[in-house]
């Protein structure tokens, strides 16, 4: 069964930085891309960047520059580094594993900016 879960989410100040992590159990054939979404209260969820198995990113305008997709290939594991945070970076980020078949989630980590 597979299982993405996501930690390192919490409370910052604008300016901070915060890195999300999501590790992925479980085995999952046909990879297209693995990513980032968040949905803000009241908005529709959005792609905030992803990384195909290629290896090319793709980064929302909102983010570019300030936000970072790694993975570490030997863990499994999934990065977001955010830096200088503002109050509209404020949302529910979800991991994301995108296959040929269907599409796999976590169960998400809350992100707040303070001013």
């Known amino acids: 069964q597979v299982q993405l879960v996501e930690s390192g989410g919490g409370v910052v100040q604008a300016g901070g930085s915060l890195r999300l992590s999501c590790t992925a159990s479980g085995s999952i054939f046909g990879i297209i891309a693995r990513g980032w979404y968040r949905q803000a209260p009241g908005k529709q969820r959005e792609l905030v960047t992803d990384?195909?198995?290629?290896?090319?990113?793709n980064y929302a305008d909102s983010v570019k520059g300030r936000f970072t997709i790694l993975r570490d290939y030997n863990e499994n594991t999934l990065y977001l580094q955010m830096n200088s945070l503002n109050r509209e970076d404020t949302a529910v980020y979800y991991c994301n594993i995108r296959s040929r078949y269907r599409d796999y989630w976590g169960q998400g980590t809350q992100v707040t900016v303070s001013s």
């Open positions: 990384i195909t198995s290629g290896g090319s990113t």
